[in-house]
């Protein structure tokens, strides 16, 4: 009874969060300067031809109305159609753009649901990385408050925080595939095209992890029933996995959560380095082609993604420790 309530709570949450999400998405998109049907039609199109294909495709009219006419769209499960991108693979725009290749436009949905699956095995294998990082790092410093494993784990986390993404993907690209030549760095073509960029993410996120680790193994071991258990004859290993790491998973869950959540929307930078064909750079193209559809699309999936991720997050949360309430 307490999961469903607590679902059907989070799940209406949810939903506010992603309706206002595309509300300010929306309307930010037709407030900023910039007409995407100059784009799509040509710069040599005409003023009158623009007007007609704006004013068709309903861009003429109060963003309120637009935005009502979307919304019952998206709650049928229909994000639209790209407005540039065509389901061919054509050039879509200047004199051949009328209805005929307007029908043919790419569904937002099997553009975002194409490069979807890039991302998330991205994003995981990025996680995985840096939990293998972060891991030892931290719970050896967290073990050791005050001493040098602590200061190291400091000096660690405060190194890869300070390393700028961009920078450190050129010299990874440079070192690994062109110097040494071990993997390869641009596009994609098979899961090893994900470990160069899958690396970048894992040391931009470990800073992270090893802190969170670090402040949470320590004070969990210095508390009152961790020196009990000691009493009790268990040894300093089972003490370590069985209380200190039981009681330092939750925090670090909730973590994990927000940084798998945060790898899912913000990729950008990294997959547009290595020209990695996922969310990111499926993004960063509809930014600069000014395409509504395909940004209003992934925002609403991006916010989805989010709300999902911290529902799991605090379900699993609540097995491990039963005590937390939501």
């Given at each position: 009874m307490f999961i469903l309530r607590f679902l059907l709570r989070r799940l209406a949450q949810g939903a506010l969060i992603i309706f206002l999400v595309s509300a300010l998405i929306f309307t930010l998109l037709?407030?900023?300067?910039?007409?995407?049907?100059?784009?799509?039609?040509?710069?040599?199109?005409?003023e009158a031809l623009i007007e007609q294909i704006a004013t068709d495709m309903g861009l003429r009219d109060p963003i309120p109305v637009q935005f009502t006419r979307y919304m019952s769209g998206v709650v049928q499960g229909d994000l639209g159609q790209s407005f540039v991108r065509p389901a061919n693979g054509a050039a879509v725009g200047?004199?051949?753009?009328?209805?005929?290749?307007?029908?043919?436009?790419?569904?937002?949905?099997?553009?975002?649901?194409?490069?979807?699956?890039?991302?998330?095995?991205?994003?995981?294998?990025?996680?995985?990385?840096?939990?293998?990082?972060?891991?030892?790092?931290?719970?050896?410093?967290?073990?050791h408050p005050g001493g040098w494993p602590d200061r190291i784990a400091l000096y660690c986390s405060s190194v890869f925080v300070s390393l700028p993404n961009f920078w450190l993907g050129i010299m990874l690209a440079l070192l690994l595939s062109?110097?040494?030549?071990?993997?390869?760095?641009?596009?994609?073509?098979?899961?090893?095209?994900?470990?160069?960029?899958?690396?970048?993410?894992?040391?931009e996120?470990?800073?992270?992890?090893?802190?969170?680790?670090?402040?949470?193994?320590?004070?969990?071991?210095?508390?009152?029933?961790?020196?009990?258990?000691?009493?009790?004859?268990?040894?300093?290993?089972?003490?370590?996995?069985?209380h200190g790491a039981k009681n330092a998973a939750v925090p670090l869950l909730n973590l994990l959560g927000v940084q798998f959540s945060m790898l899912l929307g913000g990729v950008l930078v990294v997959e547009f380095i290595f020209d990695y064909p996922g969310l990111g750079l499926l993004t960063?193209?509809?930014?600069?082609?000014?395409?509504?559809?395909?940004?209003q699309g992934i925002a609403i999936v991006t916010a989805a993604a989010f709300v999902l991720i911290n529902i799991v997050v605090d379900l699993l949360s609540t097995l491990i420790d039963p005590r937390l309430e939501y």
């Open positions: 037709r407030v900023v300067p910039g007409d995407p049907v100059r784009l799509m039609a040509g710069g040599m199109a005409p200047g004199a051949s753009f009328d209805d005929s290749t307007r029908s043919a436009r790419a569904e937002v949905w099997d553009l975002i649901a194409e490069t979807a699956p890039k991302t998330i095995q991205l994003a995981c294998l990025a996680m995985v990385f840096a939990l293998m990082i972060a891991i030892p790092i931290g719970v050896w410093g967290g073990l062109v110097k040494l030549k071990l993997l390869p760095a641009i596009g994609y073509g098979g899961f090893a095209w994900t470990i160069l960029p899958a690396l970048v993410l894992a040391i996120i470990a800073p992270f992890i090893i802190r969170s680790l670090t402040v949470s193994v320590a004070q969990i071991m210095g508390q009152n029933f961790i020196d009990i258990a000691g009493v009790r004859g268990l040894s300093r290993n089972q003490i370590i996995f069985r960063i193209n509809a930014v600069m082609q000014r395409d509504f559809p395909l940004i």
